[in-house]
């Protein structure tokens, strides 16, 4: 079983910064990939960003948050890190971490997620 451990997110202003983290224990593969799904109120939920965790820092990224969000990975300690700039109002949601197989581009292929983290950004 793994255990993923978000921290970060909050409220911020348009055009502010956050970071989020995640840490996962456990059975944790060293196959898996890692990302974050995120899911605005009456929205479904939608695949944000993914680091593959072996062969390079091979990242995926929707659309909407390229250049703006960046995805990174700790190996020694099972951690990625989103940094998240420029932020928009259409940015706000509970934000995921999850963890699976290669490219981790839908919730189908999430074989763990953490416990949720609240983004808000204020126009």
């Known amino acids: 079983q793994v255990q993923l451990v978000e921290s970060g997110g909050g409220l911020v202003q348009t055009g502010g910064s956050l970071r989020l983290s995640c840490t996962a224990s456990?059975?944790?593969?060293?196959?898996?990939?890692m990302g974050w799904f995120r899911q605005a109120p009456g929205k479904e939920r939608e695949f944000v960003v993914a680091?593959?965790?072996?062969?390079?820092?091979?990242?995926y990224y929707r659309d909407s948050v390229k250049g703006r969000f960046t995805i990174s990975r700790d190996t020694a300690t099972n951690t990625v890190y989103l940094q998240m700039n420029n932020l928009k109002p259409e940015d706000t949601a509970i934000y995921s971490c999850a963890a699976g197989p290669w490219p981790l581009a839908r919730a189908t292929m999430v074989i763990a997620w953490g416990q949720g983290t609240q983004v808000t950004v204020s126009s």
């Open positions: 456990g059975r944790f593969s060293g196959t898996y990939a």
């Open positions: 680091v593959g965790w072996r062969g390079g820092e091979n990242t």
